[in-house]
């Protein structure tokens, strides 16, 4: 049985102090519950720390929203993914569609990310998705699958079953649309199929493969319902506790 995971993309939200609040409010509302599911937070990088400090991670596992691509040096304004671990983060997310949009992160940067994510211990969460008008001409399968291939198809089998995949449409972040469960099947299928003809069948198997994309309490239940959908990467529905909680307790 793959991991079940749920996990929160804050994007640039929450002060300091909110970001602390909202970090304890959800570890005690999980305390007592058993969930079905490894819940994960990806606060901003200035939160990480202290939120770190607060958290159980028996409870709550800690993620950032993204990394450097260099060990370390002369890269202003970058935060490596050896500090990310010296601070109590176990994950990173990586390749999200907003960071190749508005930062031009291109495949080689990506794989280089996930590589030194990889080298620190961090768990990459990689993103890939594809652009409304990929989807309309029909090369939506084939777009997703060269992301792959830029970016994570290269690594060892040992460093790729180390790897969770996000599947997040363009199309569906902050828009209020979300992926047919019969679209996220099917893409969340075909990720799978690609990996296992590069990885094989049981590393294919073992990997968490999340969608994402406007994913909330009303349609998570009947998302996670499928086969290859693993669990969700939450993004404006995971900045309250009374909205993110039902998505956590969407597995049955
Ligand atoms: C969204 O749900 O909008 C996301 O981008 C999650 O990463």
Same mark, same amino acid.
């Given at each position: 049985?793959?991991?079940?995971?749920?996990?929160?993309?804050?994007?640039?939200?929450? !002060?300091?102090?909110?970001?602390?609040?909202?970090?304890?409010? #959800?570890?005690?509302?999980?305390?007592? +519950?058993? !969930?079905? =599911? +490894?819940?994960?937070?990806?606060?901003?990088?200035?939160?990480?720390?202290?939120?770190?400090?607060?958290?159980?991670?028996?409870?709550?596992?800690?993620?950032?929203?993204?990394?450097?691509?260099?060990?370390?040096?002369?890269?202003?304004?970058?935060?490596?993914?050896?500090?990310? *671990?010296?601070?109590?983060?176990?994950?990173?997310?990586?390749?999200? *569609?907003?960071?190749?949009?508005?930062?031009?992160?291109?495949?080689?940067?990506?794989?280089?990310?996930?590589?030194?994510?990889? /080298?620190?211990?961090?768990?990459?969460?990689? =993103?890939? /998705?594809?652009?409304?008008?990929?989807?309309?001409?029909?090369?939506?399968?084939?777009?997703?699958? +060269?992301?792959?291939?830029?970016?994570?198809?290269?690594?060892? $089998?040992?460093?790729?079953?180390?790897?969770?995949?996000?599947?997040?449409?363009?199309?569906?972040?902050? !828009?209020?649309?979300?992926? !047919?469960?019969?679209?996220?099947?099917?893409?969340?299928?075909?990720?799978?199929?690609?990996? *296992?003809?590069?990885?094989?069948?049981?590393?294919?198997?073992?990997? $968490?493969?999340?969608?994402?994309?406007?994913?909330?309490?009303?349609?998570?239940?009947?998302?996670?319902?499928?086969?290859?959908?693993?669990?969700?990467?939450?993004? /404006?529905?995971? #900045?309250?506790?009374?909205?993110?909680?039902?998505?956590?307790?969407?597995?049955?």
């Amino acid at each position: 049985m793959r991991t079940k995971i749920v996990a929160g993309n804050w994007k640039m939200n929450k !002060t300091l102090a909110e970001g602390v609040a909202l970090c304890k409010e #959800l570890q005690e509302a999980l305390k007592d +519950k058993k !969930t079905l =599911c +490894k819940v994960i937070v990806a606060p901003p990088f200035l939160h990480l720390a202290s939120v770190a400090s607060v958290l159980d991670k028996g409870i709550i596992a800690l993620s950032a929203q993204n990394c450097a691509d260099q060990e370390s040096g002369a890269y202003t304004g970058e935060v490596s993914a050896a500090m990310l *671990s010296s601070a109590g983060v176990s994950h990173v997310i990586i390749g999200h *569609s907003e960071r190749r949009a508005y930062y031009h992160e291109d495949g080689a940067m990506l794989a280089r990310k996930v590589k030194v994510a990889l /080298g620190h211990g961090l768990t990459p969460i990689f =993103c890939v /998705g594809e652009l409304l008008e990929d989807r309309d001409k029909e090369q939506h399968f084939s777009v997703v699958e +060269k992301q792959l291939n830029e970016s994570v198809l290269s690594l060892s $089998s040992e460093e790729f079953s180390r790897v969770i995949i996000a599947y997040e449409p363009v199309w569906a972040i902050g !828009t209020g649309r979300t992926a !047919t469960p019969q679209q996220a099947q099917d893409m969340h299928a075909h990720i799978r199929k690609t990996i *296992s003809n590069k990885y094989g069948t049981e590393i294919a198997n073992n990997c $968490s493969i999340l969608y994402g994309g406007s994913c909330n309490a009303s349609n998570a239940k009947e998302l996670f319902a499928n086969p290859d959908v693993d669990g969700g990467l939450i993004g /404006g529905a995971s #900045l309250e506790v009374a909205k993110f909680l039902p998505i956590i307790e969407a597995f049955e």
